[in-house]
Structure formats: structure tokens, C-alpha cells
């Protein structure tokens, strides 16, 4: 898979790595606010280098409300309109682009590797967002004295969280080497 500027983009849209239409024109879906309820809201940055040096680079805000059970990512351009809205629910993920274009899958990653041509691990950034560790395909999971994982390895991604407060990092550092490419993903938590 050749990462070219609009397949950068669309794993924006994705979700992290995560990622609409203008505000007006996608309805806001009401979220439960029961006790697996969360929202974290940021900035992203997305970097690919390839193997020649040459860097893609893309970044903007992140609006995330998750009540355990569905979820809805909107990721902006950094002036802040709403680029891309990813929604989820058990069995069913759709994407709908700036554009108007909406994709759907089974899940988040299928979403991905459909808008992307690979594997891109979305359902995973879920826990990572709560600081979690997924599932028990992470390896040499590094903990803070408080039981926090720091640093982990999962599905081919090496994971730095830091700057924990009551729901979370506040900041994920997510990075992958592919050959020929390193991708590089930054997400920053606002403080409340």
C-alpha cells in the first residue's frame, strides 16, 4: 500500500489513527451519559516519512464522545470545521466525509481498511483514549506507579500515554514503522 497525501488524509477521517460535513449539515446524534460515558476533546497531528526522507503531514482538533457503547469521533481542520464524523455501535461503523460521502462497515477497522486499502487498528484507540490496553495482544506493557500503562506495543504500534488525569492521557503518542514508511501519530488531550 502506497501512502500518497489523500490516503493520509483519510486515515484522518478514520480516526486515529480517527475523523464530516459542515456543522449544519450532519445531525448531532444524542450520546447516553451512563457510567462508560467519556468525551475527550484535542488537536491531532498525523506524520508519514518515507523511506526517501519526504514527509506528509496533517493535523487539526478531535471532539470524541463515547457512552461504552456508541461512539462519535468529529475531526476538524485546524480552523475548526468539522472535516469528517466517524460514528460506531457494536456491528456497524460509518464515516461521512466533508464531502458528503459516506462509507460503512462492520466495525471501525474494516471502516479503515476500506477507506485505506490496510489495516489501521481504530477500535483500539477506544481503550487507548481511557488508558487501556486493548486486549492481551499487547506486549512489554510499562505501568506508572498508579497501574496507568505508559508504554506498550500492539498490532504492529509502539504507544507512549502520559499526562493522565480522572479519564484518561492526556496525551498518546502512537508511532509505526511500515517498510519503505513511519507513521507518527499525536494526539493532545484539552484540559477541562
Not at 80 to 97: F, N
Not at 147 to 174: K, N
Request: hydrophobic letters at 35%.
Amino acid at each position: 500500500m502506497t501512502w500518497s497525501f489523500t490516503r493520509l488524509r483519510a486515515w484522518l477521517f478514520v480516526g486515529a489513527c480517527a475523523l464530516v460535513t459542515a456543522c449544519t449539515s450532519v445531525p448531532e446524534a444524542p450520546l447516553s451519559t451512563g457510567d462508560g460515558a467519556f468525551s475527550r476533546n484535542g488537536r491531532f497531528a498525523i506524520t508519514v516519512t518515507e523511506s526517501d526522507g519526504q514527509q506528509k503531514a496533517v493535523q487539526g482538533g478531535f471532539n470524541w464522545h463515547d457512552d461504552g457503547s456508541r461512539y462519535r469521533l468529529d475531526l476538524t481542520s485546524p480552523l475548526g470545521s468539522i472535516e469528517a464524523r466517524v460514528e460506531g455501535r457494536p456491528g456497524h461503523a460509518t464515516l461521512t466525509k466533508a464531502d458528503g460521502a459516506v462509507y460503512e462497515a462492520r466495525n471501525p477497522d474494516e471502516l479503515a481498511e476500506e477507506a485505506l486499502g490496510g489495516p489501521i487498528p481504530v477500535s483500539n484507540l477506544r481503550a487507548w483514549m481511557r488508558g487501556r490496553v486493548a486486549d492481551t495482544s499487547a506486549m512489554d506493557v510499562q505501568r506508572d506507579e498508579l497501574g496507568h500503562p505508559v508504554s506498550f506495543q500492539q498490532d504492529g504500534w509502539q504507544a507512549r500515554l502520559s499526562r493522565y488525569d480522572t479519564q484518561g492521557p492526556g496525551l498518546l503518542v502512537l508511532q509505526r514503522a511500515e517498510p519503505g514508511r513511519r507513521i507518527a501519530v499525536r494526539l493532545a488531550v484539552d484540559q477541562p
